[in-house]
């Protein structure tokens, strides 16, 4: 059963204008930690933003935000102000605390952003 | 700050041949793990580490070999390279296993194998 669930394949938004990728979860651990990489066209992975099972806020990192609904398992990660460096692809991943001690990141299948100017 | 380093970044093979992918990394931390990424899959555990002489299996092992014999280097080693180990392979590593705590990644190896 799939895990992290990425539905949006490929989205476009305007430059300037905010976008929410969206992300749900399944596990029945009660202790996690969810994950935002963004994956530009050169390739590496760069981390964006975590978020904590037990966090009550949501968390934010400059213009990323998570929105967590923790009833809903979802984790959606929301960019501001969008630019044309945003351009990218971006994963949701998940880290259980009883992924069979493998510490384990499980990933989405990802989701391709390209603003527009 | 290097951080995770990985060599080669390019790699042609032909099937059978045999290589080492090397990763190194200079923030001392115990966890280190492989993953590759092919389209639509989004990126899989190959094989991981706690520490120093310590490894194990992750989802998809099959044709790949590490060791640990330090903290720093986790080098992953295809033992007769197959066409179905075309891929980006990724090293990764976090202070430790619990799941707090980010994976930071290396740049990547892009491979092919013909």
């Known amino acids: 059963a799939q895990k992290i669930t990425q539905t949006q394949p490929g989205i476009f938004v305007q430059e300037k204008e905010a976008v929410t990728l969206d992300c749900t979860y399944d596990?029945?651990?009660?202790?996690?930690?969810l994950f935002w990489y963004k994956q530009p066209s050169s390739g590496e992975m760069i981390f964006l933003i975590y978020?904590?099972?037990?966090?009550?806020q949501n968390a934010t990192e400059g213009r990323y935000s998570l929105n967590f609904q923790k009833a809903r398992k979802s984790a959606n990660l929301v960019i501001s102000a969008s630019q044309l460096g945003d351009s990218a692809m971006y994963f949701c991943?998940?880290?259980?605390?009883?992924?069979?001690?493998?510490?384990?990141?499980?990933f989405g299948q990802g989701t391709t952003l390209q603003v527009k100017p | 700050n290097a951080g995770v380093t990985q060599t080669p970044k390019f790699q042609v093979l032909k099937t059978g041949q045999s290589m080492t992918l090397q990763c190194a990394q200079d923030m001392n931390h115990e966890y280190m793990s492989w993953y590759r990424q092919d389209p639509g899959m989004g990126l899989r555990l190959i094989h991981y580490?706690?520490?120093?002489?310590?490894?194990d299996q992750g989802e998809v092992p099959n044709g790949y070999n590490v060791s640990r014999s330090t903290t720093e280097d986790f080098p992953l080693r295809l033992l007769s390279a197959a066409p179905s180990q075309t891929s980006v392979y990724f090293c990764a590593s976090s202070r430790q296993i619990t799941e707090n705590e980010k994976l930071f990644f290396g740049s990547g190896t892009q491979l092919s194998v013909l």
């Open positions: 580490s706690v520490g120093a002489g310590i490894t």
């Open positions: 991943a998940m880290r259980e605390s009883i992924s069979g001690n493998t510490g384990k990141l499980i």
């Open positions: 596990t029945s651990d009660q202790s996690y930690g």
């Open positions: 978020q904590g099972s037990y966090d009550e």
